[in-house]
């Protein structure tokens, strides 16, 4: 065919992964580039020097898997790795709701979603299965002891509202495995496969990181320790490096995986087909007294069909960039971008009566999954009456090491322990007490702990308007995304939030960052490359295919046309697997753009 490959992946996410998978299990010769480092168990850091050096800033000598972005009211945490953002995502997989493929008209009526839920559902089942999806165990030991779940469940029953909103406490599915084998189907008890804490994992095939390694690197049942966002070290979170990355290498003809590898330019070939060209970054060739890193390598491949799915940042910037290489883009480039209705919030001092007195509440959000179920709050598509804007409140939590620094960060009480902690010691060694036993001076000193244990994380995701817009400044990315056109819908959160706090005699906090800075901080980025029917209206059809270049595609969270409303992946994924499907069904040789027409038609475009 005189290209290298039948398909280069850009991106090994929800959508990069998936359809390295797919095509590879097809039989195309599939190369996936990632620009991060895989992440075998026990690989995740912890200690405060490695943690700090955990970000991607290649420029920098940072190749760590945290790709902080900071626009002037808007910003998002992404992943750098192989796995993507599975790697750092609280594991939640929500259908998007059947209703809310809509969005909303400036004159109050609403606008359907180029794609549907009909279109997606069957790629949700897949997915589901793929990634062993499970409901948390609650009814099991020790899982009946999480105690932030049981509260939220509370919460959501004695919640007292001055609006007539309807709202729904649901357990979540889980990408994490709680039994040691694939579960049938998530909403059922399998009694014969239990589940058990930090038992090892059973595995059909050897998983990616112990064919790399040439040797078995185990995974065990979830550890019920809280650290899924910054890492599982045990390999409890089934992130897509332990079931599509592998599944794609274990095809007859295995997709080529490359990591540290990133693109930096990509433009088409005049005979059919594209070429891309990436660096290959080397962590080791850090200078240890600069910092600095020589300049990389760059290589250039080709292809017959290319898979753009690098993020709702990296994607649109890539494009962006490149764009004098695609003169038929759509002018909706870098349109439609969304924070996904995301707004992290706190439940801080919850109180309760014990023997007669009031004392702190005991939520410990460090035990179990980071996130374990969520109040669903209506909306008006539901057709219960004038709801507002829909969104999903999840329960939060963060691992033993983010307790320790909240309960420092309580430095005025501590103090005051830690002095008189001094003088104990100092009597003793002064002669004027000789008590060498300090075991309750040492309890003391580390106090109750009841701002940690009283406390957790609310985590919203939900409808905020998709009036956004990515766009290059001196060459690099802004976002101009404000949130006064969602700020009702933002303010509902925050009543939801407020109403929970009560619930629990609770105290409701904002985060920092949205209070002072009125910021909003996302997980969930979307838009930048919207679908549409027509190149008028997105970049992408439904299948991700570039209006006006063919076989060309972007498969990832910047083609989604608006806020999902619950965590996207799931949704990204089932789009990314529908996609592929579209490429295997119709797999040739491309045209030359020149003597192409771009599809314009609805009809057309579902075929």
């Keep these: 065919m005189g290209n290298e490959f039948d398909a280069v992946i850009i991106g090994s996410g929800f959508g990069g992964s998936v359809m390295a998978y797919r095509l590879a299990e097809a039989g195309l010769k599939v190369c996936l580039l990632e620009r991060g480092k895989p992440y075998p168990p026990n690989s995740f850091p912890r200690a405060p020097y490695d943690l700090g050096k955990n970000f991607w800033d290649p ?44 969005e909303d008209r400036p004159d109050g009526s609403y606008e359907l979603w180029p794609i549907s839920y009909n279109d997606l559902e069957v790629h949700y089942g897949r997915v589901e299965k793929m990634l062993n999806v499970q409901k ?40 994490v495995s709680f039994r040691t084998r694939p579960v049938a189907n998530p909403d059922d008890d399998d009694l014969a496969n239990p ?39 045990f390999g409890s979170k089934n ?12 095809q007859p003809r295995p997709a080529q995986i490359e990591t540290l590898c990133e693109v930096k330019a990509v433009a088409p070939l005049a005979e059919g087909g594209y070429t891309v060209e990436f660096v290959r970054h080397d962590p080791g060739a850090v200078d240890p007294v600069t910092g600095k890193c020589p300049a990389p390598p760059r290589f250039t491949t080709t292809c017959d069909r290319l898979i753009i799915s690098a993020g709702t940042f990296g994607s649109p910037y890539l494009l962006l960039k490149n764009r004098a290489n695609f003169p038929a883009l759509s002018n909706t480039l870098g349109t439609r971008f969304s924070v996904n209705g995301d707004l992290l919030s706190f439940i801080i001092k919850s109180m309760e009566k014990k023997n007669g007195k009031t004392v702190p509440r005991r939520l410990d959000p460090s035990f179990g999954p ?11 598509l539901d057709g219960n009456g004038p709801q507002g804007r829909g969104f999903y409140t999840e329960d939060g939590g963060n691992p033993y090491l983010l307790s ?21 010691a100092l009597k003793y060694r002064l002669g004027f007490n000789n008590d060498a036993n300090l075991s309750a001076e040492i309890s003391n000193l580390l106090g109750p702990a009841s701002s940690s244990m009283s406390s957790f994380p609310i985590l919203t995701m939900g409808r905020d308007f998709a009036n956004g817009k990515l766009f290059l400044k001196d060459g690099l990315l802004e976002c101009d995304w404000s949130q006064d056109k969602s700020q009702e819908y933002f303010n509902r959160v925050r009543r939801v939030g407020e109403a929970i706090a009560r619930a629990l005699n609770a105290e409701y906090m904002d985060n920092p960052s949205y209070k002072k800075l009125h910021q909003v901080i996302t997980a969930h980025p979307l838009g930048g490359c919207p679908m549409g029917l027509t190149v008028e209206t997105g970049v992408v059809n439904t299948f991700g295919e570039v209006y006006g270049h063919p076989g060309l595609f972007v498969v990832d969270g910047s083609i989604i046309p608006g806020p999902v409303g619950p965590n996207p992946s799931l949704t990204i994924a089932a789009i990314s697997d529908r996609a592929a499907d579209h490429i295997i069904r119709n797999y040739r040789r491309p045209i030359p753009p020149s003597v192409t027409t771009s599809v314009t038609t609805k009809e057309q475009d579902n075929e």
């Design 370 to 380: 980071v996130i374990t179920s969520a109040i669903r709050v209506g909306d008006t």
């Design 195 to 233: 589940p058990v804490v930090g038992a090892q994992l059973h595995e059909d095939v050897p998983n990616y990181h112990t064919v790399k390694a040439g040797r078995e690197m185990p995974r065990s049942t979830c550890r019920l320790c809280g650290e899924c966002d910054i890492g599982c070290n």
């Design 59 to 102: 420029g920098s000598g940072l190749y760590g898997m945290f790709d902080v972005w900071s626009f002037k009211r808007s910003g998002a945490l992404v992943s750098s790795g192989l796995g993507g953002g599975s790697l750092i995502y609280a594991n939640i997989h929500i259908r998007k709701d059947q209703e809310w493929f809509k």
């Design 136 to 175: 948390y165990p609650l009814e099991h030991r020790p899982y009946d002891q999480t105690l932030k779940t049981l509260a939220f469940r509370e919460a959501d029953q004695n919640m007292q509202l001055k609006e007539q909103l309807t709202h729904k406490w649901q357990k979540l599915n889980l990408a």
């Design 404 to 424: 320790w620094v909240s309960e420092l960060a309580g430095l005025g009480s501590f103090a005051h322990r830690a002095v008189h902690f001094l003088k104990m």
């Design 239 to 250: 992130t897509l490096d332990y079931n599509y990355i592998t599944a794609a290498i274990h």
